[in-house]
T-cell receptor, first 114, second 115 residues
Framework: AQSVAQPEDQVNVAEGNPLTVKCTYS??????LFWYVQYPNRGLQFLLK??????LVKGSYGFEAEFNKSQTSFHLKKPSALVSDSALYFC????????????FGTGTRLQVFP | DTAVSQTPKYLVTQMGNDKSIKCEQN?????MYWYKQDSKKFLKIMFS???????INETVPNRFSPKSPDKAHLNLHINSLELGDSAVYFC??????????????FGPGTRLTVL
């Protein structure tokens, strides 16, 4: 069965500092991994995805994520956080079978302080 | 241009009523989804339709009935609303459900409050 874990309910970081939002997954076959962001009272916006190839994936708004197969992780990173990055971040995983569903983590709230 | 749109944005209603939420996508996608986000922000799939055909039905009560008049629309009708149905409902679409790599694009959500 597929699953994804976001171990931190909240991450606090000062503006200008690097940020990391953690995600680990479990899936049969090849994993397809996604990050979404949800701003208050808004829908989910797609940030980036890993399908295959380079383990470092670059996405929107300066975010990137690193796929680590041995650690079954797909952590979201940004070199320099902005106050406007404060939002709820969801990691999601889907397996390679066409009946597999997109499974979301429980979300991590990122708070960037000025 | 709005890619995935939902109406209404807010819906407040009494227990026992029947209500519908509409979703439209102008991305030309074949697959559409309904998700429920509860008060703890947990997001879970309810249904998916591919080219008007039901593909996923995630043990959702029979009171919830999706309807897809064409592949650009997926509406959600809820009968006999209960307090526990209060949540934010998100519509999403992707190119093709058979392609696991496809990105799902989400609508803005409909916040349903049952009193």
């Amino acid at each position: 069965a597929q699953s994804v874990a976001q171990p931190e309910d909240q991450v606090n970081v000062a503006e200008g500092n690097p940020l990391t939002v953690k995600c680990t997954y479990s899936v049969s076959g090849n994993p397809y991994l996604f990050w979404y962001v949800q701003y208050p009272n808004r829908g989910l916006q797609f940030l980036l995805k890993y399908i295959t190839g380079d383990n470092l994936v670059k996405g929107s708004y300066g975010f990137e994520a690193e796929f680590n197969k041995s650690q079954t992780s797909f952590h979201l990173k940004k070199p320099s956080a902005l106050v406007s990055d404060s939002a709820l971040y969801f990691c999601a995983v889907r397996g390679s079978y066409n009946t597999d569903k997109l499974i979301f983590g429980t979300g991590t709230r990122l708070q960037v302080f000025p | 241009d709005t890619a995935v749109s939902q109406t209404p944005k807010y819906l407040v209603t009494q227990m026992g009523n029947d209500k519908s939420i509409k979703c439209e996508q102008n991305l030309g996608h074949d697959t559409m989804y309904w998700y429920k986000q509860d008060s703890k922000k947990f997001l879970k799939i309810m249904f998916s339709y591919n080219n008007k055909e039901l593909i996923i039905n995630e043990t959702v009560p029979n009171r919830f009935s999706p309807k897809s008049p064409d592949k650009a629309h997926l509406n959600l009708h809820i009968n006999s609303l209960e307090l526990g149905d209060s949540a934010v409902y998100f519509c999403a679409s992707s190119q093709d459900i058979a392609a696991s790599t496809d990105t799902q694009y989400f609508g803005p959500g409909t916040r349903l409050t049952v009193l």
